[in-house]
């Protein structure tokens, strides 16, 4: 059995897959492996950690339906009528 391929550099897009949970098994088990003899990338981890935990503290709003009708309507106004 080969051992599996060791990456020099993990990057901020496989952290970010990896803490959401969204890589397959042998990509997870990677990122563990790199975690763990890494100590920069698991300060990035914990980075991301903390600011997934702030963004999901953020307000939510709720637009109204027609919103987007809106948005388009006037940017096709200011288009066609010179300022």
Same mark, same amino acid.
């Given at each position: 059995?080969?051992?599996?391929?060791?990456? =020099? &550099?993990?990057? #901020?897009?496989?952290? &970010?897959?990896?803490? #959401?949970? =969204?890589?397959?098994?042998? $990509?997870?088990?990677?990122?563990?492996?790199? %975690? &763990?003899?890494?100590?920069?990338? *698991?300060?990035?981890?914990?980075? !991301?950690?903390? %600011? &997934?935990?702030?963004? $999901?503290?953020?307000?939510? !709003?709720?637009?109204?339906?027609? !919103?987007?009708? $809106?948005?388009?309507?006037?940017? =096709? *106004?200011?288009?066609?009528?010179?300022?």
């Amino acid at each position: 059995m080969s051992k599996p391929h060791k990456p =020099e &550099s993990i990057s #901020d897009e496989l952290l &970010s897959a990896y803490l #959401d949970g =969204e890589l397959p098994h042998d $990509q997870r088990a990677q990122v563990e492996a790199w %975690l &763990s003899s890494h100590p920069a990338a *698991r300060q990035t981890l914990d980075e !991301f950690r903390r %600011l &997934s935990g702030l963004l $999901q503290e953020l307000p939510r !709003f709720e637009l109204p339906a027609e !919103f987007a009708a $809106q948005v388009l309507q006037q940017a =096709e *106004r200011q288009m066609l009528l010179p300022a």
